[in-house]
């Protein structure tokens, strides 16, 4: 009795929170968001909110074509592939006191799963067999590049940082840099993850593949790169996947730098004076919501307002741009967490 | 519930694809000019796409001049069902002031089926939107036929 | 099976591979005999030494295998020995089976090429001269080992003496080889004229007590003849030359079991022989090289436009972590390094065999004459992107694993010695696995997707024998990624804790009571602890993976979104769209591939090219130098 | 005497490793693998040598604690290191002769189709 309760809780994980529904409604709203808030920058009406939900079914709705020179296995696994890793990063990301799945993956892990999102469009561009796709997914290789090492800096900087307050060396586990925050206040607070933070800001739009930093699905250009063969219900996969990384690489930002947030939320539903279940529901509940209010501020901040105010950057540029500046800035903060600043 | 869902998001969600058939460009400009804020055609979910794949709607611009006839008829051949032709200007409807050369292979309709056509030479951009609200229209109709 | 038995079991199976070199002289004109000579002997190998695994790894025995029964006297070694404990069963185990896989594709692979028999013969020899250099546990007889492996190597290189490279790679190895082997033999020599005794376990128990001038040279001597044959930089054009040229399944056996040799070598001198992994500036050293090595192998391979070249570069660059975990000298660094070089000989076998296959059919592996084979090879394309996704560290499959602690060594070792210079090797780790998916999604782009060009439609898949080889690996990639837990406590653990049990080992061949008389400090307790601070569970990872995977596809296919076309390429439809042109063939060179990125280091890579010239002479002056500042390295800071 | 054999053995190995390096011809690069090899040939004997010993060669009941001898191992040893060599030098002249029928040339400067 007890196994199935839990294999029904497990299940829940996965496909409602914060797993699979979950992903699909923030993303997505996340996604339409940044659209309106773009339009409004640009003094437009914009698109409405659900846009991206209108944009999702239609294509479910639109016939597949599956060129002659595809693979055909390859070019309809490769989006699920991509789209099933990111719902899977977002079951070990803990939101504040609550994680799905703790003791199963690190950030290690998980910067390698960042990976497979990415690889699945590549994977699925050369499928197609068109050198649309071809160039496209060589600029996604080298903006993958190019995040890497930054982003690399910034998690062993978080990694040791929290290792060190807490005597253990270095912290690779997630759910404990969380832990750690809720005890001893949010990291961004520390001066030495400032730039580490500013830095991770800067790698949201390259590793979400926004503006300007899209010059592997540059539309005008090169016909969406590795994008350009896919039709119907596999297209809406990949936008979908977009929209979910949003999501996943602002709420990791805020795992990683906010997650002492949570300890004010419980000190605020405990000064209102509610106690036992009903006050871990309203505990809850209050996370969730304001995990999608960070998400939404850290979405505007990275992306929209980006988005509205640069042009896209040409691919050996923003391979410069990221191992310049943003390595530089994950550097600093390395070497100020390395002597315990 | 599905079905429905999906009728009406194609409705809302109309994507375009641009084909210069040998156009003076006026139209080109024209329609871009459909997206810029002081018309935002954004507003009703229309989007510039880079690849007749993802398109429903293609707005094919000029005359269909006899070099890109083939080129204009294969790319709207790959565009995925649901899908509409807009014709934009009096180019591709009549040939317009290019009617009678050598050069020319249109009007478009003669080789294919062509939904919505908006006169005009150039039309303005009211009237390209109200052209491409009833392509919308008719394009939701087809998804609603389609089983 | 009592230990009397098994003490047979390393002499028997590197007998059976000379012997069945042997026959294949004798026997080799009949196919059927020929093919089963070197299938049974390879198999038996494998299976002599798979029957030690459990005591060897799991009770901790030693095996020491006296020939003709000369057991040591009065205290000094005088016949020559066979020393079997974890370390060397490892490979041992690594090689047998990497060697019986490499048979099975050869038989279908080769059978197309002349004077086979020769081949099968040359091809034991090698095994053979690979099992005797890591069972043997004496030091002239690794040198002899390391000539014969050497020797059979260099020809194997040059078997397909038509194909472009060849007879050149075949010559450069060799000289720059033959250097090593000297090294080898000086080193040799200069211990036995200090200690008088070529024994490894004598060894062992006295360099550390008699550490002179000679016994550093013999030290740089040896240091520089066995990353010759790991083709540690500054070697490592060899490697490229060689794995280039020799037919995939040699290639297999260069790359997955000659580096490893190397790699044994240098494990045993500088944690048995001279027990010196505790100074500072040995771990500097192998760490240095290692890091050195994974970075410029790496980059090297990114501009290469040859199948086989970049994944020869490649396994310099996985060597090079293997030597980076190693120089670490913590028990997870080892555990992790022996697990990376068990991992890089399936893996790297795999894709290999996979250039093997393309080349078998399409008779080319140069990038820029490839293209969309997938449709033509489906399951060669599967196989090979397992290995792929296996070298470039993607979990599930075992590069994850392995990689995942290395880094935590690194990292480890780094909070631990308060030295950021070890930092930097965990970064460099990092970027170098970021580089090898790069190149790599070069080479699924430009040999299996893509356009077909027209010379290769008559394709086909290749024959079930070699499928079924690169098969074994592709299973063996996945299960010891799946359960790294298992292939730890099992496998690399004991291989790492023999590793710190010096004094056992001596035991072990001098009789007990020898190390603790002959040496001042003798290396006997010391329980190495396995501690690593990160959590990762690929199995229910891949749970929750298959879970998502198939909800999706569930959802999918319920809202009857199934309405996917197919169709033939001479509907207009189904052409590929090229702003309207119709279907002409336009591919993205492989050297363009990251231009983006190539363009930022263009200065680092005409650099490269230049220095890498080719020349046998710049070649052996690399190593003389190299040897010369290994030599320097140890007079001076050691 | 003996420092004689030292510094003629390292003048050996070292004359050996100039020629490989120095010399383009592939010809004179097999020779400088052949000198480096008998420069430690040469090493090995000396270093087993004992002035005034005799052969190490005695029957069952010669042997005694007082017998002065050479030391026999290095001998095997060289024995073997000289087979070895000749191993070498006979496949480095083999793959010399059919280099210089594909290539048309014995200089290692043009023998360098595999490069970067």
Known sequence: MTLILEALRYLVYVLIFPGFLFCFLTGLLLCGIDRKLVARMQKRVGPPILQPFYDFFKLCGKETIIPAAASKTTFLLAPLVGLAALVVIQLFIPVFRFSAFSNVADIIVILYLLLIPALSVILGGAASGSPYAGVGLSREMVTILSCELPLVLVLLAVAKTVGQALGLGLCFSLTKIVEYQMEYGSLILKLSMLPAAAAFLLIIPGETGSHPFDAAEAETEICEGPLAEYSGAPLGVYKLSHAIKILTMTSLFVALFFGGVGRGLENLVMMLGVSGGLAGALIFLLEILVLFLFCVVLTFLCISVVHAVTARLRIEQLFKYYWTVVTGLALISLVLAWYGL | MFKKLIKESTGKSPWLFHINAGSCNGCDIELVSVLTPRYDAERLGFQLTGSPRHADIVVVTGPVTAQSLDRVLRTISQVPEPRCIVTMGSCPQSGNVFRGSYAIAGPLSKYVHVDVDVAGCTPKPEAVIDGLVLATKILEEKRGQMK | MNMLSLQHFPIYSVMVLFLGAFLVVIFGRNKVLRHSIALLATCASMLFMMALIKPVMLDGEIIAYWMGSRVPAGGYAIGIAMEVDAMSLFFGVLISTAVFVACIYSIQYMSHDDNVPQYYTLFLMLAGGVMGMVLTGDLFNMFIMVEILTFAAVALTAFRNTVTGALEAAFKYLVVGSIGSTCILAGTIVLYAQMHTLNLAQLSALIPDHFTTATKLAFALLYIGFSTKAFLVPFHPLAADAHGAAPASISLIISGVLTKCGIYGIIRLTYFLFQSMNLGTTQFLLVFVGSVSMFVCVTMALAQHDFKRLLAFHSISQIGYVLTAVGLSTALGLSAGVYHAMNHTIFKGLLFLAAGAVLHETGTTDLGKLGGLSKKMPHTTVLFLIGAAAISGIPPFNGFASKWMIYQATYQKAVESGNIGFLLVTIVALVTSTLTLASFVKVTQSVFFGQLPKELEHVKEVPFGMRFAMGILAFLCIATGLFPEQVTRYLTEPAATAVFHVGAYINAAMGSGYAESAMLNPPLAAEPAFIESGIWSPVSWLCLLMIALLAITVVALSGKYDKVSLGDVSDTKYQLFYGGEANFASLVGSDDMFWGFKYNWRHYFSFMHELHSGVVNDYALWAVVALALAILYAFIVM | ?116
Do not use: H, W
């Open chain 4, 1 to 116: 005497m003996i420092l004689f054999n030292y510094i003629a053995s390292f003048f050996l190995i070292v004359l050996g490793l100039y020629c490989i390096v120095v010399k383009y011809n592939l010809i004179k690069t097999v020779i400088g693998l052949s000198v480096m090899d008998y420069g430690v040939n040469l090493l090995i004997i000396t270093i087993g040598f004992n002035p005034g010993g005799t052969a190490p060669i005695f029957t069952a009941g010669e042997l005694t604690p007082a017998s002065y001898f050479v030391d026999p191992i290095p001998q095997a040893l060289t024995l073997t290191s000289i087979v070895i060599g000749a191993c070498v030098t006979a496949m480095s002249l083999a793959l010399v002769i059919k280099l210089e029928e594909q290539y048309g040339t014995t200089d290692t400067r043009e023998i360098r189709r595999l490069r970067g």
